[in-house]
């Protein structure tokens, strides 16, 4: 049984993401002019991509089940491939420019000692217009909030949330080959300010694909937790709820027969 619903969840899983992969990032508008201080000299572009690098921890939380801490750092705007010209220049540039980041979350099934299925998960996008905020990577067994692997030692404070989701499924690959991940998040919104910075369409997308590759592992072989580093990028695509359906009870009857077996 705990197979067959595994495989369910799988086979739902490579059809939804084979699905997606194929279709383009949609489009949305961003406003450089709003961000304060002397970033807001920049203008309005139209952009379907973002692109960045990314430091992950992950570790395992019980049999067969994981738990990932990541931050994102995004370094350019595209639209089909190409730059676009904007004032996000990710935290090493020079001014006029902005620091645009993701912090997340997830959590999953692991499959083996080295792919993930993530069934959970948060997605928080900031703004950080003085490209003065730093992170740190405490260590631990435990990964449930933000702050347990992205904890700010400075700048946090004046940075601006602008969009978020409590949504989150994908899978991972630490191996390969190569080392590969594509996490969806579902119900985007964006804040007050995020709707003014992100500005069409309205309604705004509410589905975000993000995926990459793994470049480097660390502690990989051992009990874990692994640090994880690579590129990636991020755009919003069409939801699929059907696929979403089959994929939700796949891993719903995974999990039910897992707790069974637990409770026994």
């Known amino acids: 049984m705990k197979k067959t ?11 939804l993401f084979s699905s997606a992969a194929t279709a ?21 572009h139209v952009v379907n991509n973002l692109t960045g690098k990314y430091s ?4 395992f939380t019980g049999p067969g089940a994981f738990s990932a801490s990541a931050i994102g750092q995004f370094t350019s705007y595209a639209f089909d491939g ?29 499959t083996s000692a080295t792919t993930f299925i993530g069934t959970g998960g948060k997605l928080e996008l900031y703004l950080d217009a003085a490209r003065d905020t730093v992170f740190s990577a405490p260590g631990g067994a435990g990964f449930t909030s933000f702050t347990d ?10 940075d601006i949330l602008i969009g978020s989701s409590t949504t989150s499924w994908g899978t991972g690959d630490l191996i390969g080959p190569p080392g590969a991940f594509d996490i969806f998040f579902d119900d985007f919104a964006l804040t007050a300010f995020g709707k003014t910075y992100w500005t069409s369409p309205d309604p705004f997308h509410l589905r ?5 590759d793994i470049d480097g592992v660390t502690g ?21 709820p059907g696929s979403l359906a089959l994929l ?11 707790r069974r077996k637990m409770v026994k």
């Open 5 to 15: 619903l595994l495989s369910l969840a799988m086979t739902a899983t490579i059809g």
């Open 24 to 44: 383009a990032f949609l489009p949305w508008t961003i406003d450089d002019t709003v961000v304060p201080g002397e970033a807001g000299a920049g203008a309005v």
């Open 56 to 59: 992950e921890l992950l570790g």
């Open 149 to 158: 692997y992205a904890s700010a030692t400075a700048g946090l404070g004046d």
């Open 208 to 212: 975000i694909q993000t995926n990459g």
């Open 82 to 110: 190409t730059p676009v010209d904007s004032l996000l220049g990710g935290p090493l540039a020079f001014a006029p420019s902005y620091n645009l980041y993701a912090r997340f979350v997830a959590t999953g099934v692991a």
């Open 220 to 240: 990989l072989g051992g009990p874990g937790p692994y640090q994880i580093t690579g590129d990636f990028s991020a755009g919003f695509v069409v939801p699929e």
């Open 248 to 258: 939700g009870l796949a891993l719903a009857g995974l999990g039910f027969t897992q």
